[in-house]
């Protein structure tokens, strides 16, 4: 969309958003929720708020609606009441009409910051702590493979930027998502967004089109905004066929969760192999689940670095927690108090990180030999004198 056309949109929009564009203007604010004319939620500091604003009628917040689903070239009405879609300033919004929605028309707008986030701010924030942060900066460095799991509103798309922003500048880079929103800005850089189908369910472009498409333009590192269908596959096929250092995110409530979940959507890809096979690839294609969680103060925590490991003997999966998230109450104003911290075990490819020259976390290393002491300790009391 060109400036002329965005600053029309802008103007025009401006009307329609009137009852709520104080909340849109506020930094504190992430998101804006319409359930209907008269109810309008916000998100502000990871909790949501009920607020006094409302819509006159429901025939304003339809006006509304239909003003984004032109400027974005949608259809949007009784026969095709849901749009997903990317403002011009690059905040989502999606949008729910009656019979769908019972309570009326829904618009959510989920904000888009341009100020990217850095590793010095999640650690101001408390989602992250220094050596974990060090750690996965060597990670991103050796090309591990690593999946950002957490809920809806977690932070699994700006810790995803984080990490990507991570990845060395003299490799060539295809970023694939729904709706662009991570703000890399390494020079050799492609960007590809997907694209919904015309009035006539004509043209559609998905994520797994554009992941087919990636391979073949000799990309060092694949990132994908998030897997949640048959894509899951093509990545984990491109992982191990040797494409390291691909990153994404996945819903999911724990680092167990996650694999299975890409499990489940990589059997949505209509392919014929033995579910064993298909859970041999996962866990040889991933290196980390990074875990990552909304807690009921609004607070985002990392809560679990894992490494995924080979299988059992049985054929299920093992995962070797490297950091957690340790809750030791909450404070006068409830704010949850707990700290990530190693523990104590080092992952299976410690070799690779020392072979590039980079060195594990002071605490990493102290809590390894904290926990061999510790095991040393206990080995002797059981021997007998």
Not at 110 to 135: H, Y
Not at 225 to 243: F, N, P, T
Request: proline content about 5%.
């Amino acid at each position: 969309m060109s400036a002329t056309l965005e600053t029309v949109f802008s103007q025009t929009l401006g009307i329609y958003l009137q009852p709520v564009a104080h909340f849109l203007e506020d930094a504190t604010v992430t998101e804006v929720m319409v359930n209907g004319p008269g109810e309008v939620y916000v998100e502000r500091g990871g909790k949501l708020e009920l607020t006094d604003a409302a819509f006159e009628h429901e025939d304003q917040v339809f006006a509304l609606a239909k003003n984004i689903a032109q400027y974005v070239g949608r259809q949007l009405d009784w026969e095709h009441p849901l749009l997903d879609a990317r403002l011009p300033g690059g905040s989502r919004v999606h949008i729910t009409l009656p019979p769908v929605s019972r309570k009326g028309i829904c618009i959510s707008i989920r904000k888009f910051f341009r100020e990217a986030l850095t590793i010095e701010k999640l650690k101001g924030f408390g989602t992250i702590t220094q050596p974990a942060a060090d750690f996965l900066a060597a990670c991103v460095e050796t090309e591990m493979n690593m999946i950002v799991a957490g809920g809806t509103g977690s932070g699994k798309t700006s810790l995803l930027n984080v990490l990507s922003s991570m990845v060395p500048s003299d490799q060539r880079i295809i970023v694939i998502e729904d709706s662009t929103e991570l703000q890399m800005q390494q020079p050799h850089l492609l960007n590809y967004e997907t694209r919904p189908p015309d009035r006539h369910g004509r043209g559609e472009i998905d994520i797994r089109d554009l992941f087919r498409s990636a391979m073949r333009m000799r990309p060092d590192r694949v990132i994908i905004g998030e897997v949640r269908g048959g894509e899951a596959l093509d990545m984990i096929q491109a992982m191990v066929s040797g494409h390291k250092g691909s990153m994404s995110t996945c819903h999911a409530a724990t680092p167990r969760e996650t694999l299975a979940r890409l499990e489940t959507l990589s059997m949505m890809g209509n392919i014929e192999m033995p579910l064993h096979a298909l859970r041999n690839q996962l866990a040889m294609a991933l290196d980390l689940v990074v875990q990552i969680s909304r807690f009921t103060d609004g607070s985002r925590r990392i809560t679990h670095i894992s490494e995924v490991l080979d299988l059992d003997a049985d054929g299920r999966y093992q995962l070797r927690d490297l950091f957690t998230f340790k809750t030791i109450g909450k404070d006068a104003d409830g704010k949850i108090q707990g700290e990530l911290k190693p523990t104590g075990l080092l992952p299976t490819f410690a070799e690779q990180i020392k072979v590039a020259g980079l060195r594990f976390p002071k605490e990493m290393v102290d809590a390894a030999r904290a926990r061999k002491a510790e095991r040393e300790r206990r080995r002797a009391s059981r021997t007998p004198g």
